[in-house]
């Protein structure tokens, strides 16, 4: 057709000049900057200028022999193994429930009217202010601690799938429907593909919180995870077993987070954002 | 045999509005091309709704080949203004959509899906995302859709007005190819008298408040016609007058 010809594909959009991204020459690297400050801020700090002490703020070598020594002994594994433990399966529990009851309260006016009052409710109330119900009525098992979990990662990600769910372009409905989708494969194959960009930002804010409870819970009542570690550290006057809790509970957050991007960029390779 | 669309008596009022209709008549028969044209906000696009069951009527009857209208129905499809792509879908899978749910899994849908595409002139553009397709691009491959499940009607809710006068012509003549061979009945919503005078069998102009029927002529000839055939100049006058007086007395938003 004639016209094929005189059309082209549209440009792919780009920042305005002024807001271009301006690599510092350091290639992959480039992240890495910040950290690499802070460790040589710690060393020097520490080791060199002395001036924090070991029992305030051990320097690096002091950490990583601690580190190894866990590692040595089988006790990191197992602190490792029971808090991601936990966060798989509380956050898997919360992040599910969530889009099951955002779905619901986004499809239909009824379930909102019945649900959403009440769980924007129970959201207003500090979710640390559950723990002693939590400990009262569960024990101190691992229930309370996956529950805990559960409610941190609940809230961000029914709020901002409900808020998505809502927010589906009308006309894009009207698609579907004309097409002779309605209820569930509606849902599926309009509503829930046109709110992802939101689902997925509240999986990853429901990730971070989810961490946030995790010390929590293992701060309060357990034997093993890396909350625990940071609080035997306390209770054990070593701060070098606090400095690597910490710094493990870093990189397992960003990790974690750095896989849900993974999937948000999978996922929303459609979406027509900025891509500077 | 195409289906034909019948209105009868149909009242509907937008709450808080104005009457738009109140008891309008109107008549499309198997086949035939109507270009329905009006003032902004008199009711056309609300018209062709009732038809796809987007919408339903307050009083009165929505008919397409006998069947009253309350939800949108198979044999029907439907251009909008804009060409509401899926933007999760590439330009393939958006065609697939209109097909049934069967044929979009099969080497069949797949083979359908690639003669639409090439039949918009868009054969190679099959794996584009539509945010990557320009407006004239994505409109092809939303007529692409429309046509999937090859309808019986075809509703067109000013389905060309945002794209440039190169590309609108090529839609219109693939449109008028498309219709003709299969015989579609279709329902076209333009304010552009030229437009209609090109491609349509018969003009309706529509105005007032609760909106009723100005004009209602067939137009002489065969389509696609040139501008300057004959008899078209009175046809033209006839319905800018017709559109003139319905802008006065209509009002400009719903």
Known sequence: ?276 | MSLGVRLERVCKTYRGGRPLFSGLDLEVSPGETVALLGASGCGKSTLVRLVAGLERADGGEVRVGGTAVSRPLREVGMMFQEPRLLPWLDAAANVAFGLDDVLQRSEEGDRRVSALLAAVGLREAGGLLPHALSGGMAQRVALARALARAPEVLLLDEPFGAVDALARASLQDLLLEVTARNRTTVLLVTHDVEEALRVAGRLVVVGDRPARVLLDARIPGGSPRTPDRAGLGELRVRALAALGSARRSGPATV
């Open chain 1, 1 to 276: 057709m004639s016209a094929e010809a005189t059309e082209r594909a549209a440009p792919a959009l780009r920042w305005p000049a002024g807001l271009t991204h301006r690599p510092l020459g350091l290639g992959w690297a480039e992240p890495l900057l910040v950290p690499g400050l802070v460790l040589v801020a710690w060393v020097l700090s520490t080791s060199v200028l002395g001036w924090f002490g070991p029992s305030q703020l051990p320097g690096p070598a002091l950490v990583a022999e601690s580190l190894l020594e866990l590692v040595r002994a089988g006790d990191l594994q197992r602190h490792l193994a029971a808090s991601v433990g936990r966060i798989a399966l509380g956050f898997g529990a919360g992040a599910a429930l969530a889009t099951v009851l955002a779905t619901l309260v986004g499809l239909s006016r009824r379930a909102e009217r019945l649900l959403d009052p009440t769980l924007q409710a129970i959201r207003a109330i500090p979710s640390l202010a559950w723990v002693p119900f939590l400990l009262l009525w569960l024990g101190i098992g691992e229930v309370p601690k996956l529950v805990l979990v559960a409610i941190g990662t609940f809230f961000p990600v029914y709020v901002n799938a409900s808020t998505g769910i809502r927010n589906v372009d009308r006309r894009l409905l009207e698609v579907g429907t004309l097409h002779g989708l309605r209820g569930l494969r509606l849902a599926r194959r309009i509503v829930l593909p046109a709110a992802s960009p939101a689902l997925l930002t509240g999986l990853r804010l429901g990730l971070g919180q989810a961490w946030l409870f995790l010390v929590a819970a293992e701060l309060i009542a357990a034997s093993k995870g890396l909350g625990f570690l940071l609080v035997d550290g306390q209770n054990s006057a070593r701060a070098d077993l606090m400095v690597v809790a910490i710094v493990l509970l870093a990189l397992l957050g960003k990790t974690t987070d750095q896989a849900l991007r993974g999937v948000e960029r999978r996922m929303l390779g459609w979406s027509d954002g900025f891509r500077a």
